[in-house]
């Protein structure tokens, strides 16, 4: 395991902002684990854990310890690429030439019942994933509500 992984590419980063993948990798820390064991330790299916796994080996995130055969299957044993994993502060000197591709941030005026009826259905959308265990997908948006 190397001491330091500087991430340099954005799919990297993409990769690791996935706050399941960060916990994988923080159970990873302790020894390399197999993706069974991860299953087990957090009470998800295999299956699940096994595409964040895959995620994080194909972009350099983790990477295989060692394998072992038990009862005809090869056990991966899979660990962190390194004890230490930070952005490269150029990771984000790039140009927008696509403005579609920017963000896009809209100035909403509504009245506090509004606002607060608002704050109700995002917090309850966020506790219903919270409690199904679910992780992001590409097609969420990021919302942020200043309250002036």
Known sequence: MKPLLVIT??????SISDPFRIQLLSLMADGPKTGQMLADTLALPRAKVHYHLNQLLSHNIITIHHTEEK???????YQPAARKIIPSANI?????TDQQAAPAVYNIKMNNADYENFSKLLS?????KISKKE?????????????I
């Open 71 to 77: 009862n005809s299957i090869i056990q991966k044993f």
């Open 135 to 147: 992780t992001a997908t590409a097609d969420e948006y990021a919302v942020y509500v200043l309250n």
């Open 92 to 96: 984000f000197n790039f140009n927008h």
């Open 124 to 128: 309850d959308k966020e506790q219903r």
């Open 9 to 14: 590419e954005l799919e990297q980063l993409k």
